[in-house]
């Protein structure tokens, strides 16, 4: 009987093998690629939702240059017939035609809309197109003053290449704050 004392391994603990460690990095690997979180998959998600919030913002860039210069033909290519708009104050329309109609005679020559960039977002609906939210601003044509804010939500359908609004709601509209008017740009007199 030896009277030496093996502090090699402490507590009965069992050696790291290099062998064990790559059972532990394999088996790490596998649950992450199963969840579906491998940095290359991350990598890509991470690149179609850079591609996705870059169509969408260039989309409502150019429906909103539509609206604010009152061109109503470009306008109305933005949405499907049968468009639902949701408005808190102005009610619900059910179709393009009352859409356009409407912003002809209640927003033309009279307000500006002017996106609160740090309020956007989008986010992918698997299947179907985009979910677009943030707030804007609406300025006066006559006195370039801004003076209304409120909450959007809109639903964009790409059928085919073609993004299309199917949805939409504005809701939460109030007047600016004597604080956050002094903050906004004043919009072009007309």
Request: hydrophobic residues 40%; negative net charge; aromatic residues 10%.
């Amino acid at each position: 009987m030896s009277n030496v004392v093996d502090n090699s391994n402490p507590a009965g603990k069992l050696p790291m093998t290099l062998d064990h460690f790559s059972r532990i990095a394999l088996a790490v690997a596998c649950t992450a690629a199963f969840l579906g979180i491998s940095p290359v998959a991350r990598s890509q998600a991470a690149a179609e939702e850079a591609e996705l919030t870059r169509t969408i913002t260039d989309l409502d860039a150019k429906l909103f240059d539509a609206y604010n210069r009152c061109d109503m033909s470009a306008f109305q290519e933005f949405f499907t017939p049968d468009v639902e708009f949701y408005h808190d104050l102005g009610g619900v329309t059910f179709d393009a035609k009352t859409v356009v109609e409407n912003t002809r005679k209640n927003i033309c020559h009279k307000v500006r809309r002017e996106l609160l960039a740090e309020t956007f977002k989008v986010y992918p609906v698997k299947d179907y197109g985009a979910i677009e939210e943030g707030e804007h601003t609406f300025c006066h044509f006559g006195t370039g003053k801004c003076e209304g804010v409120a909450k959007f939500l809109m639903i964009w359908r790409n059928q085919d290449g073609k993004w299309l609004l199917t949805r939409i709601v504005s809701y939460g509209h109030r007047n600016l704050r004597p604080d956050e008017k002094g903050a906004m740009p004043s919009a072009p007199q007309h």
